[in-house]
């Protein structure tokens, strides 16, 4: 099956920084990406839709000068936290069209 | 914004036994997809159903639709202590283009099979 690769799977960041994660659909071109973050024992909750060529569309309560988005080729899309603090410490996980996911990305802000 | 409800929110059986895990959704749907995740890791997709299917199959699996009560569930049969995870429920949206492949996710239920 089609293969999204997400990286890194965990990182850890002094808050105040900038971390980003990329998105990668291996084996077939992804004109949409989706991202998702889960808080501890919470469910998947989506915060944008990254479109190939375009601005990403953000969902209701996602700041999108905070986490921007870039999806400059049909294969890749990154999100980059931008000023993280320890409360964006969450697991942050990316699919591609037709919802094949990513591994995910464990995020810890120090 | 979250749609999908789960029950129960936690599950505790011993191997060999079946686990039932329910999902209710409030919008019409293309499609229901269901997926495990072990703890803090990613996600594996299980089994889809079309909205225009009512019951599928995939080995220990077993998943129902009913779409006038908007409910689904999950059946492991047999149940095994790698079973052991969280499931969750999607929907995937009726309209199609670049939101296919968008999901609401449900709560989850945590599973835990005691060998």
């Known amino acids: 099956g089609a293969v999204v690769s997400q990286h890194p799977s965990w990182v850890i960041c002094k808050s105040g920084t900038s971390v980003k994660i990329e998105c990668r659909s291996l084996?077939?071109?992804?004109?949409?990406m989706f991202w998702y973050r889960q808080f501890p024992k919470q469910s998947l909750m989506l915060m944008a839709t990254s479109n190939e060529g375009s601005k990403a569309t953000y969902e209701q309560g996602v700041e999108k000068d905070k986490f921007l988005i870039n999806h400059a080729s049909l294969t890749l899309s990154t999100l980059t936290v931008t000023s993280a603090h320890p409360e964006d410490s969450s697991f942050y996980i990316c699919s591609a069209t037709k919802a094949f996911f990513g591994q995910g990305t464990r995020l810890t802000v120090v | 914004s979250q749609q999908g409800e789960e029950d129960p929110q936690a599950l505790s059986i011993q191997e060999g036994e079946n686990a039932t895990m329910n999902c209710s959704y409030k919008?019409?749907?293309?499609?229901l997809q269901w997926y495990r995740q072990n703890s803090g890791r990613g996600l594996v997709h299980l089994i889809l159903?079309?909205?225009?299917?009512r019951e599928k199959h995939s080995g220990r699996l077993r998943v129902t639709l009913d779409t006038s009560k908007k409910s689904s569930s999950l059946l492991i049969t047999a149940s095994r202590a790698a079973d052991t995870a969280s499931y969750f429920c999607?929907?995937?949206?009726?309209?199609?283009?670049?939101?296919?492949?968008?999901?609401?996710f449900g709560q989850g239920t945590i599973l835990t099979v005691h060998p």
């Open positions: 919008t019409s749907i293309n499609n």
């Open positions: 999607a929907t995937g949206p009726m309209a199609g283009g670049t939101s296919y492949g968008k999901l609401t």
């Open positions: 084996d077939f071109q992804a004109t949409t």
């Open positions: 159903i079309r909205s225009n299917e």
